[in-house]
């Protein structure tokens, strides 16, 4: 089994920034695409950015230009770099992981039900 464990959350004012960190353990997989999804109370899980393996990445449009993810194999982390923040980004952020094949190392995904593998979820909150 893999682990996935997020840290990094917190309270930020708006304007500000976090960092959001993802750590893989357990059965590490040879290759995986990461991602990171959110949810707000009474929202549905939503995607904000996700990342293949050999590090190709998109975003969802309402973060784009404000949120970087990026991964450091070696280490199986991946991270969020969050800046720029607003109320409306304030939810449990996610961590997502799927094995990938040699072949598809450079594919991402965007879609929950495409993972397999989920850390428990950090809370993040922007004040007004």
């Known amino acids: 089994q893999v682990q996935l464990v997020e840290s990094g959350g917190g309270l930020v004012p708006a304007g500000g920034s976090l960092r959001l960190s993802c750590a893989a353990s357990?059965?590490?997989?040879?290759?995986?695409?990461m991602a990171w999804f959110r949810q707000a109370p009474g929202k549905e899980r939503e995607f904000v950015a996700a990342?293949?393996?050999?590090?190709?990445?998109t975003y969802a449009d309402s973060v784009k230009g404000r949120f970087t993810i990026s991964r450091d194999n070696a280490k199986n982390m991946a991270y969020l770099q969050m800046n720029s923040l607003k109320p409306a980004d304030t939810a449990v952020y996610y961590c997502?992981?799927?094995?990938?094949?040699?072949?598809?190392?450079?594919?991402?995904?965007?879609?929950?039900?495409?993972?397999?593998?989920w850390g428990q979820g950090t809370q993040v909150t922007v004040s007004s």
């Open positions: 990342i293949s393996w050999s590090g190709g990445n």
């Open positions: 357990g059965r590490t997989l040879s290759y995986y695409a």
């Open positions: 997502a992981g799927r094995s990938v094949t040699y072949a598809s190392r450079s594919v991402y995904y965007t879609r929950h039900d495409e993972y397999g593998y």
